[in-house]
């Protein structure tokens, strides 16, 4: 059966990409930056117009191009459509960084200028058009990955060029460097290292689970349960015990083991890393062919040959997918974890809630979104490269 499009359906409006550009078209009207005479104060909301009354029409221009594309549809939409979305967040940036400084340079040393409503979600709205082209871009890799990168690789060259030094956030960040470092890092030895433990406990209970329709249920009633107890209650809950142990057997103390800190944040990050890993283990398993495993016995094969290698290529790639699930939902859980003196990127986060600070808050949030998307990306190719040649495809 064919699949090309009627001219029909490649003309047809693009409800996406429309979307997208209303909401872009009326992010126009909120505040772009928000002045404050310091990092807590309340500030005064600047309009677009008020900073530049050129970029407004730039702005305009740009989104009203796009939804004339969405409206009536040409040759190659998608990719006129992406490379004006781009165009958009990389002009969004580069006023931004430039107003700020302008702003800051007539304020005083602790004055703040933060991006406000306008900014992000102009942000929002171009990421919308960018989504919708990437969809309609799946048989060009090199177009995909242009529309996909473009914007975000701008991004981080005027983010190491310093051109965001004036934005309030960028202050925070320079004002704490070193701590953000540290916080940074253990951030990640705590979601990466409760999560490898995670899988070497998991994998094997998977497994054992496929094996034994007896451990099967209380493997699965244990990790369901766990995997429903809030986060914040379940690292209060191991504080008692661990602290008790402590006090008993003082020598602990010395291995960092105490009711507060690293060890009850990774108890329960482990605990959380459990049930996705176990699952995957247990369904790659059970779902193979029998006449796979049919096969390597009629070959001769012992189960142990058999296991090694038939069951652990072709049950890897779903395994490290439970991997890749567990390790982006740690990455979240591990801000949590920075209530009970753990640290971690979350420590900025609660700190600028309880300091009414809006910059600190997004200094510590926008760093987890970036490491979950980036540890995703990084999954989701190694999963690819692991799948057998013969699954590559997904089937004819």
């Known amino acids: 059966m064919s699949t090309a499009k ?32 310091s990092r807590v104060a309340a500030g005064v909301s600047l309009k677009l117009w008020e900073l530049e009354w050129g970029a407004v029409g730039l702005f305009v221009v740009l989104w009203s191009a796009c939804l004339v594309l969405g409206l009536i549809g040409v040759k190659r939409r998608s990719i006129f459509l992406g490379i004006l979305a781009n165009l958009i967040i990389i002009l969004t940036l580069i006023f931004a960084g430039f107003a700020a400084s302008r702003l ?64 309030s956030v960028m202050q925070e960040f320079m004002g704490q460097e070193d701590r953000f470092a540290q916080e940074l890092t253990r951030h990640m030895l705590l979601f990466g290292g409760s999560v490898i433990i995670g899988t070497l406990i998991g994998i094997p209970l998977g497994i054992w689970s496929a094996r034994s329709r007896r451990a099967e249920k209380p493997i699965f009633f244990i990790a369901n349960i766990t995997q429903t107890i809030p986060s914040l209650a379940l690292f209060g809950l191991l504080i008692a015990p661990l602290s008790a142990l402590s006090f008993a057997f003082p020598v602990l103390r010395e291995f960092g083991i105490r009711g507060v800190g690293a060890t009850p944040a990774i108890i329960a990050l482990i605990i959380y890393s459990l049930l ?64 009970i003196g753990a640290g971690g990127l979350g420590a900025f986060v609660f700190q600028g809630l309880g300091q009414a600070a809006p910059d600190l808050i997004i200094l510590g949030a926008i760093p987890i979104i970036i490491l979950a998307l980036l540890v995703d990306a990084l999954m989701r190719t190694v999963v690819r490269i692991t ?10």
């Open 387 to 396: 799948r057998p040649r013969g699954l590559a495809g997904g089937g004819a």
């Open 276 to 339: 996705p890993i176990i699952q995957n283990t247990y369904t790659s398993l059970r779902n193979l062919d029998p006449a796979v495993i049919d096969a390597g016995l009629g070959m001769g094969m012992s189960r142990m040959q058999i296991f090694r290698r038939i069951e652990v290529p072709l049950a890897a790639p779903i395994v490290l997918e439970g991997v890749r699930i567990a390790l982006v939902q740690s990455v979240g859980l591990t801000a949590v974890a920075a209530l």
């Open 104 to 167: 800051h340079a007539t304020t005083t040393p602790i004055a703040r200028v933060a991006p406000g409503a306008g900014f992000w979600v102009t942000l929002f709205a171009a990421y919308v058009l960018v989504f919708a082209a990437r969809q309609k871009t799946r048989s060009s890799p090199l177009w995909r990955n242009l529309l996909s990168w473009s914007g975000l690789t701008v991004f981080f060259v005027l983010l190491f060029l310093g051109w965001f030094d004036s934005i």
């Open 6 to 37: 009627t001219p029909q359906q490649s003309f047809a409006p693009d409800s996406v990409a429309v979307t997208g550009t209303v909401i872009g078209l009326l992010a126009l009207v909120p505040g772009w930056l928000t002045l404050k005479p």
